[in-house]
Every structure is written in C-alpha cells, then in structure tokens.
C-alpha cells in the first residue's frame, strides 16, 4: 500500500508541475512564420561626422524617424509590422504565412512613409517562410539624408522633412495634415507595435 501512495504523490506532483508550466509559460496555436531585425540610420554624406545618426537626426531641415517599417508579402497576401525607431530592434508575432516571403525594410515620418529620395533602404530579400520559424534579417541599416538638403531649388528632400517642393505626399504631425488644400491626405493612425 505504501508503494501505491508514493506512485500516486509522484504522479500527482507531475501533473501541478505541469499545470503550473502551462499557466506560465501559456500555449500559443503557431501558424506562421516569425521575422526579426535590428536597425540603424547612417548618414548619406560621408563628411557627416558621425557613423550613424539618431531617429531624430537634429539637423536643419530634418524631422525624426518615428517608425521603422517591415512589409512582406507571400504570394498574393500582403501585411506589415512597424516598430518605434528608437527600440532599434523588432520581431513580427507568428504572422507571415508559410511560402516564399519578399520582405522590404523603409523608414516611416509621423504616419507616412519617407519620401524615397531622401534615403537608401537594403533591398529588398526573398526568404523561405517556415511554420514556427523566425527569419533573421540582422542588422540592417538605412542609410539618410541629413545634410545638404532642403527646400532650395536642385536640392534633394531631408530625410522626413516637408516634401512640398518635390511633388510628393505632405508630411504629417500627430494626426493632422500641416498643410493645408483639398489635395491634402489624412494618415492613418500609426501602429504604436509590431501588431496592427
């Protein structure tokens, strides 16, 4: 009778050992692919001083990069997860479906992406999606214009700065179109995470 008490204390400890392993640890339904990346922002000019620059590069015609952008697309679905610039690191939840992935980095101004000219993204990378894995696109760096740029006619845009003179869609604060005119856009609320 002993022997029976001991298998049955055992198998009792095993089963809240478990039971408090799951409660901790939590079980997640894994249905897709993961993709993680860290960032930099370098500078376009090499008699910039600095190697690399703030998410707010603090020069004359700049603005800050709020978000960094990760678009994917695997056949005919398209997503993508954005991530304060400033976390210099970000990992998508378990979301791309499991195929053939093109996957593009850019940089994202107060809700709407950077104008194009006024940065060099890597280009963009197939990957193999697998159901429970993670892509790794390692570091990844941005390179921006923060120096002779602006506003004067033949100059190039800043990066996230006031594209008006360059035909391209207004850059935005908090919500609101700085400019104003009924070909003015309103943006969409800019993800605070990587969900959406």
């Known amino acids: 009778m002993c022997a029976g008490m001991a298998m049955v204390a ?17 079980c997640e339904n894994v249905e897709g692919g993961a993709v993680e990346l860290s960032w930099k922002l370098r500078p376009a000019s090499s008699s910039f001083e600095d190697k ?11 603005n800050p990069v709020t978000h960094i952008r990760l678009d994917w697309e695997v056949g005919d679905k398209q997503d993508f997860a954005t991530w ?18 093109l996957l593009r980095v850019t940089p994202e101004c107060a809700g709407t992406q950077a104008v194009a000219a006024s940065y060099i993204a890597p280009a963009a990378e197939q990957r193999r999606v697998i159901v429970g894995d993670t ?9 921006v214009v923060v120096t002779d740029c602006g506003d004067q006619s033949g100059d190039q845009p800043c990066i996230c700065h006031l594209p008006f003179a360059f035909g391209h869609t207004p850059w935005h604060r908090g919500g609101a179109a700085i400019a104003s ?6 943006p969409a609320a ?5 969900r959406h």
């Open 52 to 62: 690399f620059v703030d998410c707010d590069p603090g020069q004359p015609g700049t």
């Open 84 to 101: 304060e610039c400033d976390d210099n690191h970000g990992t998508t939840g378990f979301d791309l479906p499991e195929g053939n992935a």
């Open 181 to 186: 005119g009924s070909d003015v856009k309103q």
């Open 135 to 143: 892509i790794s696109l390692g570091a990844v760096e941005i390179i």
């Open 10 to 26: 055992v198998a009792t400890r095993m089963t809240f050992a478990t039971g408090l392993c799951l409660s901790v640890h939590g």
């Open 190 to 194: 800019a993800p605070s995470n990587a």
